[in-house]
């Protein structure tokens, strides 16, 4: 157990729909990756927020956001969501930006 | 990132030591070596990382040859458990995020 937690576990939707994927961090931890992984694609990074702040994106799409609030959880918002979306979201966090990353389990999305 | 390259697949006898290779020729004087594993599309679960020195933990032994072109993650006594995709990583230390390969899929037999 890494202590990052997310949630919601699974996620069954369907195109065009819009979803929000929670991550909490591990106590302490000030920084926030975001992970997508496909079949085709492997994992790749998202987008990473420090203290509330966007740090770097990487490959995210428009339709895809995320932020972090005050009590340094943070959610990815979905939107238009295509069958191509569907994927496993890992959450990542560390103390600071430079630290060693942990993550969570992840939320399994299926779009139908 | 400094570009890393593992083989696709390897197995190991339970009870045995199981060595994963990794080559990062490129990689500068700046950059650490990092070694993940995701077992069954759980999340990715951090196992050791080091810049120049062998490191070793009480998961795995990393191994750093002196020209840092290489590396190698001990896994002294290899249990069923250890059956998981390994990822080396090659990642300056001020970067910001973790760039996965293709990684080795360990198969740990009884």
């Known amino acids: 157990d890494s202590g990052v937690t997310q949630t919601p576990k699974h996620l069954i939707t369907a195109t065009g729909q819009r979803v929000t994927l929670r991550c909490s961090p591990r106590?302490?931890?000030?920084?926030v990756y975001w992970y997508q992984q496909s079949l085709d694609q492997g994992l790749q990074f998202l987008i990473q927020?420090?203290?509330?702040?966007?740090?770097a994106k990487g490959n995210i799409l428009e339709r895809f956001s995320a932020q972090q609030f005050p009590d340094l959880h943070s959610e990815l918002n979905l939107s238009s969501l295509e069958l191509g979306d569907s994927a496993l979201y890992f959450c990542?966090?560390?103390?600071?930006?430079?630290?060693?990353?942990?993550f969570g389990p992840g939320t399994r999305l299926l779009v139908l | 990132d400094a570009k890393t390259t593992q083989p696709p697949s390897m197995d190991c006898a339970e009870g045995r030591a199981a060595n994963l290779p990794c080559n990062h020729s490129?990689?500068?004087?700046?950059?650490?070596v990092y070694w993940y594993r995701q077992i069954h599309s759980q999340g990715p679960q951090y196992i050791i990382h080091?810049?120049?020195n062998n490191e070793t933990n009480e998961m795995a032994s990393l191994i750093i040859t002196e020209d840092r072109k290489s590396s190698t993650l001990i896994l002294p006594h290899a249990t069923l458990r250890d059956t998981a995709v390994y990822y080396c990583?090659?990642?300056?230390?001020?970067?910001?995020?973790?760039?996965f390969g293709g990684g080795t899929r360990l198969m740990v037999k009884p």
């Open positions: 080091g810049l120049k």
């Open positions: 490129t990689i500068s004087g700046n950059e650490y």
């Open positions: 990583i090659v990642r300056v230390r001020a970067g910001n995020m973790l760039t």
């Open positions: 106590s302490g931890d000030l920084s």
């Open positions: 990542a966090s560390s103390v600071y930006e430079q630290e060693t990353q942990y």
């Open positions: 927020y420090y203290n509330g702040e966007e740090r």
